[in-house]
C-alpha cells in the first residue's frame, strides 16, 4: 500500500469513527477517545472528559483515528454477554445443554425468573463474538459495576464504567450495532438481581438432610445450621460466611459424615439462593471444603 492510500485509508476510517461518535453523542451518550485499535483510554481522567459536545467530539476525533469509549452510568447500564474463553469451562452450575456463552446463560436466568428474554433493545456485536445490551437505569436507582453477579460470562457497566462503543475497530474488527433501536429500560428483575433488592427462593435442601440424617442426627443438624448461615447472610459478608460454612461442612466430609458431592451441592444450592452463583462461589465453596477436610476435629470423628 503506497502511503498516499494509506493516508486516504486513515482519513476514511477517522471521518468513520468521528460519525460513530457524533451520533453516540446524539444519543445523550458521553464520549471519550481510546486509543486507535485498541480498547484502552488515549487519555486520563476519561470519566471527566467524556462528552456530548459536538465542537469537542470534531476537534477530538479530528486529530487521529480514536476508537470511542462510551461512559456508562447517568442512566445508561450495559449488560455485556461475553464468549468463554479458549479452554475454559464453565463452571459445574452452567455446565448444561445448550448453554454455551452470556445469552445463554442470561436466558437460563431469565426463564427461572418467569421472565422473558430482555433483548428488545439497542445492541452492540463486540469483536471477541459476544454483544452488549444497552439499557436505560430506572429512575432513583444507582447502579455499579458488576463483574458475574448474574451470572457465568455475564458482567455490568454502570457508574464509573464504560464500554467500547459501536463504529471501533480492533485488530481489523469492527463493533457494529446489532440492534438500533431505542434502547429499553432495565427490567425490574434484572435491576432487583443486580441491586440484591430480589427475594431468591430458599432452596430445598431437605433431600441433602434427609441422606446425612441416617448417617448422623449431628450431621445433619450441623450442615441445616451452615445453610440457614449462608441464606442469612448479609450483604458484604455473603462470600466469607460461605466460606466459613464450606470449612465448617468439610470438617464433616473429612470424617465421612457427608458425602463431599453431596455437601458441595447442597453449598452451591444455598449460594445461588442467597445471590452469590457464579465462579467466584464455587471457588469459594471448593476452597473452603478443601480447607475444612484437611483440619478435622477429633471430637466430630467421633460421632461418625
Not at 502511503?3 to 446524539?26: C, G, K, P, W, Y
Not at 427475594?199 to 443438624?221: F, G, I, K, Q, W
Amino acid at each position: 500500500m503506497t502511503i498516499s492510500m494509506r493516508r486516504n485509508t486513515d482519513h476514511q476510517q477517522s471521518r468513520d469513527l468521528l460519525v460513530s461518535a457524533l451520533s453516540h453523542a446524539e444519543r445523550g451518550w458521553r464520549v471519550f477517545p481510546l486509543r486507535p485499535n485498541d480498547k484502552r483510554p488515549a487519555v486520563t481522567g476519561w470519566q471527566q472528559r467524556a462528552t456530548t459536545d459536538p465542537e469537542r467530539i470534531e476537534r477530538c476525533w479530528g486529530s487521529g483515528t480514536f476508537n470511542i469509549g462510551l461512559a456508562t452510568g447517568s442512566g445508561l447500564v450495559v449488560i455485556d454477554l461475553d464468549q468463554p474463553k479458549p479452554d475454559a469451562a464453565a463452571p459445574e452450575e452452567w455446565r448444561m445443554p445448550g448453554v454455551h456463552w452470556g445469552l445463554d446463560v442470561l436466558a437460563v436466568i431469565a426463564e427461572r425468573h418467569g421472565e422473558a428474554l430482555p433483548v428488545e433493545t439497542y445492541g452492540v456485536l463486540t469483536c471477541s463474538g459476544g454483544e452488549h445490551l444497552y439499557y436505560a437505569a430506572p429512575v432513583g436507582v444507582e447502579l455499579h459495576n458488576s463483574a458475574s453477579k448474574l451470572g457465568w460470562l455475564i458482567d455490568s457497566r454502570a457508574q464509573g464504567g464504560y464500554v467500547v462503543a459501536a463504529g471501533s475497530v480492533v485488530d481489523g474488527c469492527r463493533y457494529e450495532a446489532d440492534d438500533t433501536a431505542d434502547v429499553a429500560v432495565l427490567p425490574d428483575w434484572l435491576t432487583a438481581l443486580l441491586t440484591d433488592t430480589l427475594v431468591a427462593p430458599t432452596p430445598d435442601v431437605h433431600p441433602a438432610l434427609d441422606v446425612v440424617a441416617r448417617r448422623s442426627r449431628y450431621a445433619a443438624a450441623a450442615l441445616r445450621g451452615e445453610l440457614e448461615r449462608v441464606l442469612d447472610a448479609p450483604v458484604g459478608q455473603r462470600n466469607h460466611t460461605l466460606n466459613a460454612a464450606a470449612f465448617a461442612i468439610g470438617q464433616l466430609v473429612a470424617v465421612g459424615l457427608i458425602p463431599e458431592g453431596l455437601a458441595a451441592a447442597a453449598l452451591s444450592h444455598a449460594a445461588y439462593a442467597a445471590g452469590l452463583d457464579g465462579p467466584e462461589a464455587t471457588a469459594t465453596i471448593r476452597s473452603g471444603l478443601g480447607a475444612g477436610a484437611h483440619h478435622p476435629r477429633a471430637e466430630i470423628g467421633r460421632l461418625a
